[in-house]
């Protein structure tokens, strides 16, 4: 059974994606997905949020998420350094085909979530090299 939209999702055939489910994987996949990874599936996020973003591309979106989401892979997400390859590809197909409606806002959200997650790629030097 579908669960119900609320109010910031889009109102699609939305079977097998939700919110709570997407932050759940990509708190569960964070260390293990990789960096670009979670960046990509952020910026997807953050577009589906956007109103102006159009139906069609919030249904894009939807499906890579879901694909993100769901346990059943083409390749199994346990498999160390392969298991996110096709999530990755199919987030990727979708970044790509609705980049025209990608904002820098989305990226600089999504970029900062990140770095809640997974911390600043570039950490600062020991305090002995200052």
Same mark, same amino acid.
């Given at each position: 059974?579908?669960?119900?939209?609320?109010?910031?999702?889009?109102?699609?055939?939305?079977?097998?994606?939700?919110?709570?489910?997407?932050?759940?994987?990509?708190?569960?996949?964070?260390?293990?997905?990789?960096?670009?990874?979670?960046?990509?599936? !952020? =910026? #997807?996020?953050?577009? %589906?949020?956007?109103?102006?973003? /159009?139906?069609?591309?919030?249904?894009?979106?939807? $499906? +890579? *998420?879901?694909? !993100? =989401? #769901?346990?059943?892979? %083409?390749?199994?997400?346990?498999? /160390?350094?392969?298991?996110?390859?096709?999530?990755? $590809? +199919? *987030?990727?197909?979708?970044?790509?085909?609705?980049?025209?409606?990608?904002?820098?806002?989305?990226?600089?959200?999504?970029?900062?979530?990140?770095?809640? *997650?997974?911390?600043?790629?570039?950490?600062?030097?020991?305090?002995?090299?200052?």
């Amino acid at each position: 059974m579908s669960e119900m939209p609320t109010p910031n999702e889009p109102r699609l055939n939305t079977r097998g994606y939700s919110h709570s489910s997407l932050w759940l994987t990509l708190k569960k996949a964070a260390a293990s997905a990789g960096r670009k990874t979670l960046l990509t599936a !952020l =910026i #997807l996020f953050y577009c %589906l949020q956007d109103r102006d973003t /159009p139906t069609w591309a919030k249904g894009v979106i939807i $499906g +890579a *998420l879901a694909y !993100l =989401i #769901l346990p059943v892979d %083409l390749i199994p997400d346990i498999i /160390p350094g392969a298991g996110y390859s096709d999530d990755w $590809g +199919a *987030l990727v197909a979708a970044l790509a085909t609705v980049a025209a409606y990608v904002k820098d806002v989305h990226k600089a959200k999504a970029a900062a979530q990140v770095v809640r *997650l997974l911390g600043s790629p570039d950490p600062p030097p020991p305090a002995e090299f200052e």
